[in-house]
């Protein structure tokens, strides 16, 4: 943490560890199940447009925006390019009209959980975003 930043409480630290974690773990699964190529993902690509093969490329940018979510110095470079990768799975699912609440809006609740988690780990990102009283 940089000096002038207030450290979160234990409870606040470990509640953004786990929420980041879940997200972490979250991008790994979806990651590795683009990459080794399972037929349930490749079917539901082609049923939102994307070609086959597709899905190596993206996995393997969702396992390195992972990665770079991950490592504390890098944080805040992987929520950003994550909010990038959900604003076009986002895209994706209004295009092909699906259900609002359980796949189009799937990629804002990550999102939120993302960015709320490293705000509660992360003093730098308080100090950029002050919860306001």
Do not use: N
């Not at 509640?15 to 773990?25: D, Q």
């Not at 080794?36 to 993206?58: D, F, N, S």
């Amino acid at each position: 943490m940089q000096t002038g930043t207030s450290p979160p409480s234990t409870a606040g630290l470990w509640v953004g560890r786990v929420l980041s974690a879940l997200v972490i773990l979250f991008l790994l699964l979806d990651g590795t199940m683009k990459v080794i190529g399972r037929p349930e993902v490749e079917a539901a690509m082609a049923q939102l447009g994307y070609p086959p093969g597709l899905g190596v490329g993206l996995g393997l940018l969702i396992l390195g925006i992972a990665v770079l979510y991950a490592v504390p110095a890098t944080s805040v470079l992987g929520a950003v390019l994550l909010t990038g990768l959900l604003g076009g799975t986002m895209a994706t699912h209004l295009r092909a009209g699906s259900p609002l609440f359980s796949h189009l809006l799937f990629g804002f609740y990550i999102g939120v959980i993302a960015w709320g988690g490293l705000w509660l780990r992360d003093g730098r990102l308080r100090a950029v975003f002050p919860r306001q009283r």
